[in-house]
């Protein structure tokens, strides 16, 4: 069985944190990581991350980037078709395995096993059914750095865009949030930490409008 792996890499928290286990546990090896964006915007979607910035965090993390540009709004079978190009040179190279940072939504992990069950590729889980309280801590005391760069503006307060992912902004959620923001209450940036070579630095921008309805972003972008 390889024991090469790729990771689903959003430049958010949970990846960071599944990239972290998987180093500990030396599960297995993590050869790439891959970035899906949008090839109009070139930003991650929701994220409002620019693909120069996912660079800049695979530079210092010292792991190779499969950038996979998509047309804006894609059609899952372009989706599919598109990433499946994608996974085939890995997969020559002896990448046998898929990481993602998902932790409890049963219907996204079914989504993902059938995506990749095409290439015979093994779907790994490493923060799947772990404590979402304690993962956050874990992010923090861990050392890890990361900005609020998307929110559901009916689940978190909107001054909650561009601050610090830290006890600040998790003492303000109500009850009803997932600390991790696993039902999509937020989306972070992470910008330094303890397996990173180098601080990531960026600026935010606001971003005047939305495409998503409820859902805010800024717009992070490397230093000009």
Same mark, same amino acid.
């Given at each position: 069985?390889?024991?090469?792996?790729?990771?689903?890499?959003?430049?958010?928290?949970?990846?960071?944190?599944?990239?972290?286990?998987?180093?500990?546990?030396? @599960?297995?090896?993590?050869?790439?990581?891959? @970035?899906?964006?949008?090839?109009?915007?070139?930003?991650?979607?929701?994220?409002?991350?620019?693909?120069?910035?996912?660079?800049? #965090?695979?530079?210092?993390?010292?792991?190779?980037?499969?950038?996979?540009?998509? %047309?804006?709004?894609?059609?899952?079978?372009?989706?599919?078709?598109?990433?499946?190009?994608?996974? +085939?040179?890995?997969? #020559?190279?002896?990448? =046998?395995?898929?990481?993602?940072?998902?932790?409890?939504?049963? +219907?996204?992990?079914?989504?993902?096993?059938?995506?990749?069950?095409? $290439?015979?590729?093994?779907?790994?889980? %490493?923060?799947?059914?772990? *404590?979402?309280?304690?993962?956050? *801590?874990?992010?923090?005391?861990?050392?890890?750095?990361?900005?609020?760069? !998307?929110?559901?503006?009916?689940?978190?307060?909107?001054?909650?865009? =561009?601050?610090?992912?830290?006890?600040?902004?998790?003492?303000?959620?109500?009850?009803?949030?997932? %600390?991790c923001g696993e039902n999509g209450?937020?989306?972070?940036?992470?910008?330094? !930490?303890?397996?990173?070579?180098?601080?990531?630095?960026?600026?935010?921008?606001? $971003?005047?409008?939305?495409?998503?309805? $409820?859902?805010?972003?800024?717009?992070?972008? @490397?230093?000009?």
């Amino acid at each position: 069985m390889r024991n090469r792996s790729v990771l689903f890499w959003s430049g958010g928290k949970d990846c960071l944190m599944a990239l972290d286990q998987v180093l500990d546990s030396q @599960t297995s090896s993590v050869a790439y990581l891959l @970035t899906t964006y949008d090839e109009m915007t070139n930003r991650v979607p929701f994220h409002g991350i620019h693909i120069e910035l996912i660079k800049a #965090q695979a530079s210092s993390l010292r792991i190779p980037l499969v950038a996979v540009p998509l %047309p804006h709004k894609p059609s899952n079978i372009e989706y599919q078709t598109i990433l499946h190009r994608h996974l +085939d040179p890995l997969i #020559q190279q002896g990448v =046998g395995s898929v990481i993602f940072g998902d932790i409890f939504l049963d +219907d996204l992990r079914t989504y993902r096993e059938s995506l990749i069950q095409e $290439k015979q590729m093994n779907a790994l889980f %490493p923060l799947w059914g772990k *404590s979402t309280n304690i993962l956050s *801590s874990q992010f923090i005391s861990k050392g890890y750095k990361a900005v609020i760069c !998307g929110i559901d503006t009916e689940a978190v307060i909107k001054n909650s865009l =561009g601050q610090d992912f830290g006890e600040d902004f998790l003492n303000q959620l109500s009850d009803h949030v997932d %600390p991790c923001g696993e039902n999509g209450e937020f989306h972070t940036f992470i910008y330094d !930490g303890p397996l990173f070579e180098k601080k990531i630095d960026y600026v935010a921008r606001p $971003k005047t409008n939305s495409l998503y309805g $409820k859902y805010k972003s800024i717009e992070l972008d @490397t230093p000009t």
